[in-house]
Every structure is written in structure tokens, then in C-alpha cells.
């Protein structure tokens, strides 16, 4: 998408729910449709709804925009088979949130998008989880070469700052369960990966390290922890600043990329979130790594790549007890294994109105 958008531009554009599925359909398919039952884009037509106008089961006008395929005989629409399919929510609406996703450095949270856009807290809390589904990065992508810059944060706050009778545990000591980060940025490409992990010891990161990046043909650079120096042995390169030592650049070896991605992440948990469990922090860390690795591109070419990967990662929604997350599909590191097909995002029905879902299960 060439056109600069904006707010107001938006607006200007998408008047209506008609205009705003053919905002999508330019986004997503440009000037051919593409079915998404048996992908073929030679055959899909129009379908114009009779009588001057198209009706829900319940008798309602609907300005939905309706497509069939000549090859499977299917109907199909912009939204099938996207984060946004099955949606009750209005097209335009949609269309407002997605954007202010993808401009906002800070983010949004779910408080705000309940107010400005008139759904219920329940309604943005899952709209906002669903986008940052679309931001995840692909399953498929290939590891990270050439210089890569890895370092580790903690989340959460300090103990010292709670109430008196949760500051301490059960031995009396302070308690310290904090959620431990672990963030990759490739130098040559600007792109970043971040990832929940269970601890900082040398086992989890070079696992970790590992699953990301081609060791035999990259740099390494880190900071001079211990736990990364067998893991740099593998690496065609390791080179480290010490930080003890107030050795924050030498020559090109530097973590500053890492350490300016964790005080931005920072930042935005505090003053936008205020609270993030750690059974989601993973979409917050694929919502910021989005944001980071597509900063050289306009609002307008983040939002259609964003569009762009929609396709194929549904989310379902349904009230539990809040008991599965301990009892179904939890991994070793604390963080629910993630299908990618289909995730169930769940919520604690003892807990309706919590903040920004920190109450929030997955199961």
C-alpha cells in the first residue's frame, strides 16, 4: 500500500462496513481474490446480494461482502480463515484498532479500546490477543546468521514493593518470581526475537540460542555472563563487554541494540499494561518484536504486512473455571505450548472484569 494512512485518512476511507471490507481486500489481495478454501485466484467472483442488499439469520442488513469460487463451489470472505473470521465485531472497528496497533510504540491496552470504540472489556481484551496472534512471527522462519546480539531481562516487579503479607515466602525470604526474557537481535537485518524462558542458567539460554540462531555462522555478542561462554564456543565468533567494568561499547561489540529493545518492552508493560501474567507474556513479546523488527517501514506498510499474516491462526474464546493452565498443555518452562493452528485464549470466570486480563488463562 502506497497511501500514507492516518487517523483521519482512515476515516475518510472506510465510512461504512462495505468500504471497510474492500479496505481489506486491497490489503490482503490487492486486485485478485484469492479463495482461501483451495487457493486458486483465477476463478473467485462476486457475489451481489439481491434485492439491494445481503441479510443476517436474525433479519438484519449486512454490507458483508460475499465472494464464491468457480473451482471448490465455496463462499468465502476477507475474514475467512483469519484472526478476524467469525467476528461480531464491526469490520471498521477492526480496521481502527489493528492500525492503532501497529502505530502505537507504546501499544494499546484493552481499557482503551473498550472506551474509545464502545465494546465490552471482554470484547478488546480478546481483539487485542487475537492481533498480536497476527504478529507473531512465522513457524517457518529461518535462523539468524551473521553478528547477533543476545542478552536476557527480568519482568515483573520488585518484592520490596509489595504488600507486607505477599513480600515474603513461606522461608521468610523475599520473593523473587520474577519472569525471566531472553531477546536475539540480528545486527545486519534490525529484526529481533524475545522469548520466555525459565531461567538465565547456561542449559536453558544455549537451548534457547539454539532454536534461533545458526551458531556455526554468527557472531555472537553478549554481555560477560558465564552462562554464554561454552555457549560461544559454538559459535563462529564470541565477543563480550563488561558490563561490571562500566565496558558498554567496544569498537562494534555492543548489547546497547538488545538493552534499548528491553527499556522500550519495560517502559510499555509499566505505563500501558500496568500488569502482564506470564501465561501471556509471549503475545506481548510477538507484539513488540513485530513493532521493533518493522520500525524502518511506514504505519501503512506495517499494517498491510501485518495484514499479510493473519491467514491461518484463528483464536477461540470461552469462560473456564481458570484451572487450565496448571492442568492442560503446560510446558517446562511455564508457558503453555502454543498450537499453531488454533488457541483456545480462556479467561478465570471468577474474575470477569479484570485489568488487561491478568487473570487471564490459556488452555
Not at 481502527?96 to 482503551?112: I, P, T
Not at 561499547?249 to 538493552?259: I, Q
Request: proline fraction near 3%.
Amino acid at each position: 500500500m502506497s497511501e500514507s494512512l492516518s487517523i483521519p485518512n482512515l476515516a475518510d476511507r472506510i465510512p461504512d462496513e462495505a468500504a471497510a471490507y474492500k479496505f481489506f481486500e486491497d490489503m490482503r489481495w490487492g486486485d485478485r481474490p484469492v479463495c482461501p478454501h483451495c487457493g486458486t485466484a483465477r476463478a473467485p467472483y462476486y457475489l451481489k446480494p439481491r434485492n439491494g442488499g445481503r441479510k443476517t439469520n436474525k433479519g438484519k442488513v449486512s454490507q458483508r461482502r460475499v465472494w464464491k469460487c468457480s473451482d471448490c463451489r465455496r463462499q468465502f470472505s476477507v475474514l475467512t480463515g483469519t484472526i478476524m473470521h467469525g467476528t461480531k465485531i464491526p469490520v471498521r472497528t477492526w480496521a481502527f484498532v489493528m492500525f492503532e496497533m501497529c502505530s502505537s510504540k507504546n501499544g494499546v491496552s484493552a481499557r482503551e479500546i473498550e472506551r474509545k470504540y464502545e465494546v465490552t472489556a471482554e470484547a478488546a481484551w480478546f481483539m487485542t490477543h487475537r492481533i498480536r496472534e497476527a504478529m507473531r512471527r512465522e513457524p517457518v522462519a529461518g535462523l539468524l546468521r551473521g553478528t547477533v546480539i543476545a542478552d536476557e531481562t527480568w519482568i515483573g516487579g520488585k518484592p520490596r514493593n509489595r504488600h507486607a503479607h505477599v513480600r515474603y515466602s513461606r522461608n521468610n525470604y523475599l520473593k523473587d518470581d520474577k519472569t525471566a526474557v531472553l531477546a536475539l537481535v540480528d545486527r545486519g537485518t534490525g529484526e529481533v526475537r524475545s522469548q520466555v524462558v525459565r531461567d538465565v542458567k547456561r542449559d536453558t539460554l544455549k537451548a534457547a540460542i539454539e532454536a534461533e540462531v545458526d551458531l556455526p555462522a554468527t557472531v555472537l555478542h553478549t554481555d560477560e555472563a558465564m552462562a554464554y561462554k561454552r555457549i560461544g564456543w559454538k559459535a563462529a565468533g564470541h565477543e563480550s563487554v563488561n558490563h561490571r567494568m562500566s565496558e558498554y561499547v567496544r569498537g562494534d561489540v555492543t548489547t546497547n541494540h538488545a538493552e534499548g529493545y528491553f527499556s522500550q518492552l519495560k517502559r510499555s508493560l509499566d505505563g500501558t499494561y500496568h500488569a502482564v501474567s506470564r501465561g501471556h507474556l509471549h503475545r506481548y513479546l510477538a507484539e513488540f518484536d513485530f513493532r521493533y523488527s518493522t520500525r524502518d517501514l511506514t504505519d501503512s506498510q506495517r499494517m498491510a504486512r501485518l495484514m499479510g499474516q493473519t491467514r491461518g491462526r484463528r483464536l477461540s474464546y470461552r469462560a473456564t473455571d481458570g484451572r487450565g493452565l496448571s492442568r492442560r498443555n503446560g510446558s517446562s518452562t511455564g508457558v503453555p505450548e502454543v498450537d499453531t493452528q488454533e488457541v483456545r485464549v480462556t479467561r478465570d470466570a471468577r474474575f470477569p472484569g479484570t485489568r488487561c486480563g491478568s487473570r487471564a488463562r490459556l488452555c
